[in-house]
C-alpha cells in the first residue's frame, strides 16, 4: 500500500503544479458548431401580450442545426426551422 501512495502522490503533485500554469495545458476548443452571439427581440401590445418576437443567433457551423425555443409563458418549447 505504501508504495501504491507514493506515485499517487506525485501524479497529484504535477497534476497541481500543471494546473497553476495555464501555459503548459493544451487549449480547448470547442466542436462545431460555434455560438458567438445570441440576439433577442420582444415586442408587446398594451396588454403585456407578445406581438411578435426576433431571435438571431451568429456564429459559424450553424447551418442545420437544431435549435430549441423554451417559453417562460407556459407555451413550452419550440424547435425552430418547423412547423
Known sequence: ???LRRPMALGLFVLMLVSFFPALTGP???????IKSVYIERTDNEVLE???????INGSGLQDVMVNVFTTGGGGG???GTQ
Open 1 to 3: 500500500m505504501r508504495k
Open 50 to 56: 407578445t406581438v411578435s418576437g426576433v431571435i438571431e
Open 78 to 80: 419550440k424547435i425552430l
Open 28 to 34: 480547448v476548443l470547442a466542436a462545431d458548431p460555434v
